[in-house]
């Protein structure tokens, strides 16, 4: 069994200061893990990702991530938010089924508000 | 390179009446194919996965059907639409055995 939690709903910065998006998971077998963004009525795009190779994982945008198995989280961070940022979020863990297929498993979203 | 297409982008509805959304993706062979519905202020919901032709896979029962008639081809299928079957719906592949996941541009569905 899998999940994941983001810890916020919503998340507001001002433009040029850091942005702090959180997430926990759970995960029954060494789980991969995603960033993807979502603009308005548009599809996801991966950010980034995490498989099992460097714990620090860094993105597109300026975005990067940390994968802390001790405290099963994956926040994401960016030093200076852009107002393009301003976005809604998903965390997302995936990991191999028994029978060899990989199922994700998705927050429910964390809006970013960048105001000017 | 890879794309992928949904059709319509957008879509009105009255409650009762059928439905036909329709995924495609080029520039690939054998994709495991997936149908996620994103309600107002929620996240993802997982509906079907497909890992082949013909093979679905339902994660939540519901008034919704899946095919996949063609290998690069995923359809989402209503015979009678409810009022909680509006919502954001994305088709997304991914490579088989590999768990990164490529998403379409999504179709707007409201059930009016």
């Known amino acids: 069994a899998q999940s994941v939690t983001q810890l916020d709903s919503h998340v507001s910065v001002s433009e040029g200061t850091p942005v702090l998006l959180r997430c926990n998971y759970s995960?029954?077998?060494?789980?991969?893990l995603f960033w993807y963004v979502q603009h308005p009525n548009k599809g996801l795009q991966l950010l980034l990702k995490?498989?099992?190779?460097?714990?620090l994982v860094k993105g597109i945008n300026g975005f990067e991530a940390e994968f802390k198995k001790s405290e099963t989280s994956f926040h994401l961070t960016k030093p200076s938010a852009h107002m393009s940022d301003a976005a809604e979020y998903f965390c997302?863990?995936?990991?191999?089924?028994?029978?060899?297929?990989?199922?994700?498993?998705f927050g429910r979203g964390t809006s970013l508000i960048v105001h000017p | 390179s890879q794309t992928i297409h949904q059709w319509p982008a957008t879509l009105v509805q009255p409650v009762g009446s059928p439905l036909s959304l329709e995924c495609t993706v080029e520039g690939t062979s054998n994709p495991n194919l997936y149908w996620y519905r994103q309600a107002a202020g929620r996240g993802l919901q997982l509906l079907f996965y497909s890992v082949g032709i013909g093979q679905i896979s339902s994660e939540v029962p519901q008034n919704l059907s899946a095919s996949r008639p063609q290998d690069r081809q995923f359809i989402l299928s209503s015979k009678k639409l409810l009022l909680s079957d509006s919502g954001f719906y994305l088709c997304?592949?991914?490579?088989?055995?590999?768990?990164?996941?490529?998403f379409g541009p999504g179709t707007r569905l409201t059930v009016l």
């Open positions: 995490y498989t099992s190779a460097a714990t």
């Open positions: 997304a592949w991914s490579v088989s055995g590999n768990n990164e996941q490529f």
């Open positions: 995960s029954s077998y060494s789980p991969s």
């Open positions: 997302v863990v995936s990991a191999r089924t028994s029978g060899g297929s990989y199922i994700p498993t």
